[in-house]
């Protein structure tokens, strides 16, 4: 088994059996992108732009279609939630690679990634951005509870082989990351879509990816 030494920051320190990493705002910076999908949706739902502000980040379409409309039924809660993520689909600039991506990225053992979107818009995302596709990805359709719940990052490490206790979860939203706590994981956070104030619960906050300084290793 190909290891992943964290050099740096001190408080993650040490070797961990795969890394899985979120992707809207940790690997691809979407926002632009997620911002117009959800003007689409809130056009043709009528809702209020302001009712969904502060919350699009983090969690899947549906989880939050529930948050906001807790009294539609399920069937119509898919239904809109698949057409939400359908216009971020068909978006021809789905967002683009966060600083130091691709070469955290190239110096990893075992890594995958675990997203609230869609395999397709996960995939679709990571090209755009010039990434590579894992062949882990983990995603809102394999999950039945979403962030912050851990199922996610259990499956993620699941799927690699290894205890989730023994994995590096690298994320971006607070609810990311209190998945990846409750996964047993140490996280590292990065404040892109939101200030390292209130990524609090990891283990330690970067400033960018490139703080992360990691070397593959043999187990």
């Given at each position: ?22 992707l809207d705002g940790t690997l691809v910076d979407s926002r632009e992108s997620v911002d117009r999908a959800w003007r689409v949706w809130c056009e043709r739902y009528e809702v209020q732009l302001a ?106 490490a699941a799927r690699l082989g290894v205890r989730a206790a023994d994995c590096l979860v690298v994320e971006d939203a607070p609810s990311g990351v209190r998945a990846g706590r409750a996964a047993g ?35």
């Open positions: 088994m190909t290891l992943t030494t964290v050099l740096r920051p001190s408080a993650l320190a040490g070797h961990y059996a795969a890394v899985l990493l979120d009712e969904i502000e502060g919350l699009l980040h983090g969690r899947t379409a549906s989880d939050l279609v529930r948050l906001i409309r807790p009294h539609w039924s399920e069937r119509r809660v898919a239904e809109a939630a698949r057409f939400q993520l359908l216009v971020q689909e068909e978006d021809p600039e789905p967002g683009t690679a966060v600083p130091g991506a691709g070469a955290l990225l190239g110096a990893l053992g075992n890594w995958a990634v675990v997203t609230a979107c869609s395999r397709r818009l996960a995939a679709h995302r990571l090209r755009s951005a010039g990434l590579p596709v894992p062949p882990v990805l983990v995603c809102a359709e394999d999950v039945r509870r979403g962030k912050p719940h851990p199922e996610s990052y259990e499956l993620g994981c140490a996280v590292a956070a990065v404040p892109v879509t939101h200030a390292a104030g209130a990524l609090g619960e990891a283990t330690a906050v970067v400033e960018s990816l490139a703080e992360l300084a990691v070397v593959r290793s043999a187990a």
